[in-house]
């Protein structure tokens, strides 16, 4: 398994094993399921001489020699320099930096990446090797060489310069934005934390279409909504 990028995996019914390692099993005939999270697995069978069969569905994705099944992921290349997150994580395989374009060895299955608990975006790598998402997010994704998927972020404009603060910060994001002169983040679809020198905190959340909204509730605090803006009120 050490041609994927997942840290483990869950051979169904017999155990389960880190990717860094090549392990011997000892399985009866029949179908086996290698799991690797709720949303990727694949299929092979082992025959009366004990030799393993890739399904033919994963066979782009599995060789054999002998007795050994051999798993291999297809490198898929996440770029997201686009977006303002300074981490992101591939839900269920690793972290990255933003900074680093980063190549994932990755099995056929539906995969989020989440810059934040809050924010997620889905694409899927089929069993022909193609990338595929949601229509919904055709402004997020796109797709490179059918082996790159660069992620673009929403451009959201801050503009804190009614209040009396010199600074302030979106958690998980940027730490400290001068609040004296309108500011921008790339930021994905999600809900957002906008946390004051005060101390104070409030969420807003980024629309699929590149607004911003927020409660009745915190319209003391901010303006904007419906816009590509969130406005800090006087304080």
């Known amino acids: 398994m050490t041609g994927v990028s997942y840290p483990d995996y869950t051979l169904v019914w017999a155990g ?10 000892k399985l009866l005939p ?4 290698l799991f690797m999270t709720s949303s990727v697995s694949v ?3 082992v025959g009366p001489d004990g030799s393993p069969i890739p399904d033919a569905t994963y066979a782009p994705f599995l060789a054999t020699h002998g007795n050994t099944l051999t798993v291999r992921g297809k490198g898929i290349t996440l770029d997201m320099t686009d977006t303002s997150y300074p981490l992101y ?7 990255a930096s933003r900074e680093a374009v980063k190549t994932w060895n990755l099995l056929p299955g539906s ?10 975006v889905t694409f ?12 919904t997010d055709r402004g997020i994704f796109e797709v490179r060489d059918t082996s790159t998927l660069v992620v673009h972020g929403l451009r959201i404009g801050f503009d804190a310069t009614a209040t009396s603060y010199a600074s302030f910060a979106v958690s ?5 934005m001068n609040a004296r002169e309108p500011q921008h983040l790339s930021l994905l679809p999600g809900k957002h934390l906008v946390v004051l020198p005060t101390g104070g905190s409030h969420w807003f959340t980024v629309t699929q279409g590149g607004e911003v909204t927020f409660p009745p509730e915190l319209d003391p605090v901010f303006d904007g909504r419906n816009t590509g803006t969130l406005v800090l009120r006087r304080n």
């Open 89 to 95: 994580s591939l839900i269920s395989v690793g972290r």
């Open 30 to 33: 029949g179908r086996h399921q």
């Open 43 to 45: 299929w092979f069978s």
């Open 111 to 120: 995969h989020s990446i989440g810059p934040t608990a809050s924010n997620t």
């Open 172 to 176: 998980e994001v940027k730490s400290r």
């Open 124 to 135: 899927t790598l089929n069993t022909d090797g193609s990338l595929t998402h949601a229509e």
């Open 16 to 25: 389960k094993a880190g990717q860094e390692k090549v392990k011997t099993w």
